[in-house]
């Protein structure tokens, strides 16, 4: 009995999604994107979603990190139920706990590296006395110390999702979403990139879940989910 509570801890998911499904009305017509997904995340994992263009990847990713609702069934994030919660308690959530990764990186352009990771910081609202330290520990666990002064355009594509990287992790979320991060990478930045992944996993304890359709990256995934057409193909 006391070996099964002690454990527990890991085997609570971080995030649960029961049932979910999301309709957009289009002009008079309703679009049916989810039909019905069942998942979890756990803590220290890192699982991809895969699925053609238009399968539903990127609303359910979303979902996931409380930008948008489900239109019907549940998501809960630590014990917070984010289909009942409004938009405001949602992006207090958000700030605070998850971090997002953008195929395009999504960086300030006017920004130097530093800059970004800090910004993120700042938005956090972690108390000021602690950015440089933070910053300045990010910057390295992505490999980008000695780039720290530079603007994004005068950096490479996966330094600069490096960057992004970096920025994303910065307030220490529980939660990283990436929405097809490798995908404008050649394959060894799309590998350092992975490597990134699995360090700040085993340091930062984050869950990752990130979308892909890369087979060589889909090898190192502790979980797989295969979305088709709205719904989770049996594995
Ligand atoms: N806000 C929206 N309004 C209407 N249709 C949408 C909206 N968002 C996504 N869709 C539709 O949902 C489907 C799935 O899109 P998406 O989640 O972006 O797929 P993926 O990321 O797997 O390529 C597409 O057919 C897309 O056009
Ligand atoms: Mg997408």
């Given at each position: 009995m006391s070996a099964d509570i002690a454990e527990q801890p890991a085997e609570i998911p971080l995030l649960?999604?029961?049932?979910a499904e999301r309709t957009f009305q289009?002009?008079?017509?309703?679009?049916?994107?989810?039909?019905?997904?069942?998942?979890?995340?756990?803590?220290?994992?890192?699982?991809?979603?895969?699925?053609?263009?238009?399968?539903?990847k990127t609303t359910l990713l979303?979902?996931?990190?409380?930008?948008?609702?489900?239109?019907k069934g549940e998501i809960t994030f630590r014990n917070y139920p984010f289909h009942q919660l409004d938009d405001d308690e949602?992006?207090?959530?958000?700030?605070?706990?998850?971090g997002f990764i953008f195929q395009t990186y999504a960086l300030?352009?006017?920004?130097?590296?530093?800059?970004?990771?800090?910004?993120?910081?700042?938005?956090?609202?972690?108390?000021?006395?602690?950015?440089?330290?933070?910053?300045a520990h990010c910057l390295e666990l992505v490999g980008l110390t000695k780039r720290a002064d530079h603007r994004p355009y005068e950096l490479?594509?996966?330094?600069?999702?490096?960057?992004?990287?970096?920025?994303?992790?910065?307030?220490?979320p529980a939660l990283l979403l990436a929405d097809e991060p490798t995908a404008e990478l050649d394959s060894q930045m799309g590998a350092q990139v992975m490597a990134?992944?699995?360090?700040?996993?085993?340091?930062e304890r984050v869950t990752i879940c990130m979308t892909t359709h890369d087979p060589?990256?889909?090898?190192?995934?502790?979980?797989?989910?295969e979305m088709v057409d709205g719904r989770f193909k049996a594995s």
């Amino acid at each position: 009995m006391s070996a099964d509570i002690a454990e527990q801890p890991a085997e609570i998911p971080l995030l649960s999604v029961r049932g979910a499904e999301r309709t957009f009305q289009v002009g008079g017509q309703k679009i049916h994107v989810l039909k019905g997904i069942d998942m979890e995340l756990r803590p220290n994992q890192l699982v991809m979603l895969k699925g053609r263009s238009g399968s539903g990847k990127t609303t359910l990713l979303n979902m996931l990190g409380g930008l948008d609702v489900p239109t019907k069934g549940e998501i809960t994030f630590r014990n917070y139920p984010f289909h009942q919660l409004d938009d405001d308690e949602r992006t207090a959530i958000r700030r605070r706990d998850i971090g997002f990764i953008f195929q395009t990186y999504a960086l300030m352009p006017l920004l130097s590296a530093w800059e970004n990771v800090e910004l993120s910081l700042r938005m956090a609202g972690t108390p000021r006395a602690e950015w440089k330290n933070r910053v300045a520990h990010c910057l390295e666990l992505v490999g980008l110390t000695k780039r720290a002064d530079h603007r994004p355009y005068e950096l490479s594509g996966g330094e600069q999702q490096r960057v992004a990287i970096a920025k994303a992790i910065a307030h220490r979320p529980a939660l990283l979403l990436a929405d097809e991060p490798t995908a404008e990478l050649d394959s060894q930045m799309g590998a350092q990139v992975m490597a990134v992944f699995r360090e700040i996993i085993a340091s930062e304890r984050v869950t990752i879940c990130m979308t892909t359709h890369d087979p060589t990256i889909l090898e190192v995934a502790d979980h797989v989910y295969e979305m088709v057409d709205g719904r989770f193909k049996a594995s």
